[in-house]
C-alpha cells in the first residue's frame, strides 16, 4: 500500500502552498512560490480546470496565472468568488470571476484585471507526460471554440499579523456564512473583520505563541484556535468558552510531550445533524525513536473527546476534512499522504513519500462541481501539494462487489462440504 505510485496532476513554476476547490464554478485554485527573494521564482495563484477522463484518472489545464509580485500566498481561503490569501503579514482580498466566451483567443488587459485567452482543452488521457503538457505547456493546438475568460481584481487588503520582527500570517478562514474573515498570525492575535465591510470586530490575544490553526463550527459558531503554546482554545466572539485536554483519552501521555497542530469541524458522518471536531497532535520534541502522532475526534456540540487513534510517526503538516463529513486528509512533513475513516480514524489509504518534501495543504474534490459529478465511482478524491510544487489526486476507490457467479459457488461448495461430513463423519 506504501509503495503506491501517483502520477502529478500538475506542476507550477514555483512551490506550492495551498490548494482550494470553489466547487460553484468547479476552478482547482491553488497558489505559492519564492517570496521576496531574487531568484526568479515567480509568486501567483494559479487557476485550474480538473476533468475526469477515466475511470480513476483526472487531467488538469492550467486556465490562468494571476501575478502576486513579491509576495508568496502561504495560506487561503475561497467562498463567494473571493480568495483571501495570507501573503506575509497581510491579507489580500482578490474577486475572481470566470465566464465563457465564443472565441479563439481572450485579450489579456494591463492592471489589476488579468484574463486568460486559449484556456479549455479537450480531454485527454491522463498520462504522466501528457498532464504535464497540458498543464505547462501552454498548447494551443487542441481547443474548442468556447474560451475560458477569468478575471482577478485586488479589492483589499488588511494587517493580519503585527509581530515586529517577522509577520506572518498562518492562517485564514470565511465564516460558515461568509459574514466574517479571520485570521491568525504569529504575534498569537486573533483578528475578525466583518465581509465583505471588513470593518475590524474583535482583535484579541488567543494564544502566547504562533497561531497554527483555527476554526468555526457551523451550528454554534464557536471558534477553535489552536497554538504552538500546547493549547486548543475555544470562543465565543472573543470570550474564552474552555480550553480543550485531548488527554482525558490518553493519560498514560505526559503533559506538554504533545501539541494541537491542526483542529477541522465536520459534518458527523452519517448522523443528521451531528457535528464534529478533529484535532491533530504531534510530539514536541522529536526523538530518535520518534513517537505516534494522534488524531482526536470530539463531539462538535458539546466538545467531549470521543476517540483518540495514533496516526503514525511521520509528523502530521496538515488535515482536511471531506464535506460528506466520513473521511479525514493528512498530510506529512516527510511527504507522504494518507486517508483515515471519519468514524473509526483508521487508516484508509496510504502513500508513503508520495511528495518527497512537506505536504503544505490538502482539500478533498467536492461530491459535486458546477453541478456535475467528479469523484466518478470513487469513495473520495483528495488534492495535495507540497513544496516540490506538485500538486497531486489521491482516490479512495470502492470494493468490488463480490460477483454473483462466484457467490453461488461458494454456496455450491459449502453445500458439498455439509453433505459430505453428513455421509462420511468418520473421514471428515
Not at 299 to 310: A, C, E, H, R, V
Not at 342 to 365: M, P
Not at 396 to 415: A, D, M, Q
Request: net charge neutral; aromatic share 8%; hydrophobic share 35%.
Amino acid at each position: 500500500m506504501g509503495k503506491k505510485k501517483v502520477l502529478d496532476l500538475y506542476r507550477a513554476p514555483f512551490p506550492l502552498y495551498t490548494v482550494k476547490v470553489d466547487a460553484t464554478t468547479g476552478l482547482v485554485i491553488t497558489a505559492g512560490g519564492g517570496g521576496p527573494s531574487k531568484t526568479g521564482i515567480k509568486n501567483a495563484v494559479h487557476f485550474l480546470d480538473v476533468q475526469m477522463v477515466g475511470k480513476n484518472q483526472y487531467s488538469s489545464s492550467l486556465l490562468h496565472s494571476h501575478d502576486t509580485d513579491t509576495r508568496a500566498t502561504i495560506n487561503m481561503a475561497v467562498g463567494d468568488g473571493v480568495i483571501a490569501a495570507g501573503q506575509d503579514g497581510t491579507c489580500s482580498l482578490m474577486r475572481f470571476k470566470l465566464c465563457l466566451q465564443k472565441e479563439e483567443n481572450a485579450t489579456h488587459r494591463d492592471g489589476n484585471t488579468l484574463e486568460l485567452s486559449n484556456a479549455r482543452r479537450r480531454s485527454g488521457k491522463a498520462g504522466k507526460g501528457n498532464l504535464e503538457n497540458r498543464s505547462t505547456t501552454g498548447d494551443e493546438s487542441d481547443t474548442r471554440n468556447e474560451t475560458v475568460q477569468i478575471t482577478v481584481t485586488n479589492i483589499a487588503e488588511v494587517l493580519s499579523d503585527l509581530n515586529p520582527h517577522d509577520p506572518l500570517q498562518k492562517v485564514v478562514r470565511f465564516s460558515p456564512d461568509m459574514n466574517f474573515l479571520l485570521t491568525g498570525g504569529t504575534d498569537g492575535y486573533i483578528r475578525v473583520w466583518e465581509f465583505p465591510s471588513l470593518e475590524k470586530k474583535f482583535d484579541f490575544k488567543a494564544h502566547e505563541k504562533e497561531i497554527e490553526d483555527l476554526d468555526m463550527s457551523t451550528i454554534s459558531k464557536q471558534l477553535v484556535t489552536v497554538g504552538r503554546d500546547f493549547v486548543c482554545n475555544v470562543w465565543s466572539d472573543n470570550q474564552l468558552v474552555t480550553s480543550l485536554n485531548w488527554l482525558e483519552t490518553t493519560p498514560q501521555i505526559a503533559e506538554k510531550t504533545y501539541r494541537y497542530m491542526a483542529c477541522r469541524f465536520g459534518n458527523g458522518e452519517d448522523e443528521k445533524d451531528a457535528i464534529r471536531l478533529y484535532t491533530v497532535q504531534i510530539p514536541h520534541k522529536r526523538d530518535k525513536k520518534p513517537p505516534p502522532c494522534y488524531i482526536t475526534k470530539w463531539d462538535g456540540k458539546i466538545l467531549l473527546p470521543m476517540l483518540t487513534s495514533p496516526c503514525g510517526t511521520e509528523v502530521i503538516s496538515c488535515l482536511a476534512v471531506s464535506d460528506s463529513g466520513r473521511f479525514l486528509g493528512l498530510g506529512t512533513v516527510t511527504g507522504s499522504v494518507a486517508v483515515h475513516i471519519a468514524f473509526s480514524l483508521q487508516k484508509l489509504y496510504y502513500v508513503h513519500e508520495s511528495h518527497g518534501i512537506v505536504v503544505t495543504d490538502v482539500v478533498f474534490l467536492p461530491n459535486l462541481m458546477k453541478g456535475q459529478n467528479i469523484k466518478g465511482n470513487n469513495k473520495a478524491a483528495m488534492l495535495s501539494v507540497a513544496v516540490d510544487s506538485r500538486c497531486q489526486v489521491h482516490t479512495v476507490t470502492k470494493e468490488r462487489p463480490i460477483p454473483p457467479w462466484l457467490f453461488f459457488c461458494g454456496l455450491i461448495i459449502v453445500g458439498m462440504l455439509l453433505i459430505l461430513q453428513y455421509l462420511f463423519p468418520v473421514l471428515l
